[in-house]
T-cell receptor
Framework: NAGVMQNPRHLVRRRGQEARLRCSPMKGHSHVYWYRQLPEEGLKFMVY????????ESGMPKERFSAEFPKEGPSILRIQQVVRGDSAAYFCASWQRDIGEQFFGPGTRLTVL | SQELEQSPQSLIVQEGKNLTINCTSS?????LYWYKQKYGEGLIFLMM?????EEKSHEKITAKLDEKKQQSSLHITASQPSHAGIYLC?????????????FGQGTILTVHP
């Protein structure tokens, strides 16, 4: 999992600001999953993306959250108008479909003041 | 009810002792992943099991998946303080959810020197 990059590692935002979280998958991987780990709640699926496509966003909150994985560059998880309840660790996982093994990045810890 | 149950929730052992962590699914799995997480850090991939009856080992850690593909166990032989952390099992249901992992609540392992 050393190859999955996430930045920033820590992010502090005030209520109402925007948070942008970036994830670069392992070389050669074209699938990215985003998960959120809330205190006391465990790790939950948010969204699954391939390059230029959102495959499954069933775990994304309906408002304020969006994700993209452009043809060039990292995958971005964007949270608009952050609230205190968005404070959590956000992880992305890199996956190569034909192999199946899924590797996680170090996470971004978002704190909303 | 939880789709994926881990037991025990926490475990304290003396260095050198063997231990087992269990992961039980209410539904048949396509694949089962084991990860280790240090507090405040990312998830380290340990093993992935896909075939009923499959067993994999890495150093002192052995993971098994039962024939029905609903239960998995993680066994650590001769535990060391470096084994301490949170162990998470993640279930891949396959089908349209292929690659999307549902996680257990985790097992906190403490190893006393």
């Amino acid at each position: 999992n050393a190859g999955v990059m996430q930045n920033p590692r820590h992010l502090v935002r005030r209520r109402g600001q925007e948070a942008r979280l970036r994830c670069s998958p392992m070389k050669g991987h074209s699938h990215v999953y985003w998960y959120r780990q809330l205190p006391e709640e465990g790790l939950k699926f948010m969204v699954y993306l391939q390059k230029e496509n959102i495959i499954d966003e069933s775990g994304m909150p309906k408002e304020r959250f969006s994700a993209e994985f452009p043809k060039e560059g990292p995958s971005i998880l964007r949270i608009q108008q952050v609230v205190r309840g968005d404070s959590a660790a956000y992880f992305c996982a890199s996956w190569q479909r034909d192999i199946g093994e899924q590797f996680f990045g170090p996470g971004t810890r978002l704190t909303v003041l | 009810s939880q789709e994926l149950e881990q037991s025990p929730q926490s475990l304290i052992v003396q260095e050198g002792k063997n231990l087992t962590i269990n992961c039980t699914s209410s539904k048949t799995l396509y694949g089962l992943y084991w990860y280790k997480q240090k507090y405040g850090e990312g998830l380290i991939f340990l093993m992935m099991l896909q075939k009923g009856g499959e067993e994999k080992s890495h150093e002192k850690i052995t993971a098994k998946l039962d024939e029905k593909k609903q239960q998995s166990s993680l066994h650590i032989t001769a535990s060391q303080p470096s084994h301490a952390g949170i162990y998470l099992c993640g279930a891949d249901r396959g089908g349209t959810s292929y690659g999307k992992l549902t996680f257990g609540q985790g097992t906190i392992l403490t190893v006393h020197p």
